[in-house]
């Protein structure tokens, strides 16, 4: 489709759905964002080392039994943070 025959098409929608193909049009501009900066944050988060060592112990830990609950999770975060 060319630009001219989206203008056309533009052209031809009624004046009361206008507001309407506007809102749209708002919402997908918001999506697109929203995707790129998903996209920045998972790349963040890939070249963040202590993000992927923090991931790759939890595999770890999984593998090998260590699974905690959501209390013993807090617990462990609690005193993580408490410490020096």
Known sequence: ?????????????????????YDFIEFLTFKRGEQALHEQKVEYLTKNEEVVRQVQ???EDRRNGQVYSKEQGLKYLRRRFKEP
Do not use: A, N
């Not at 025959?5 to 759905?17: H, Y």
């Open 57 to 59: 112990k939890s595999r």
């Open 1 to 21: 489709m060319s630009r001219e025959e989206l203008k056309r098409m533009i052209d031809q929608i009624p004046e009361q759905d206008v507001l309407e193909v």
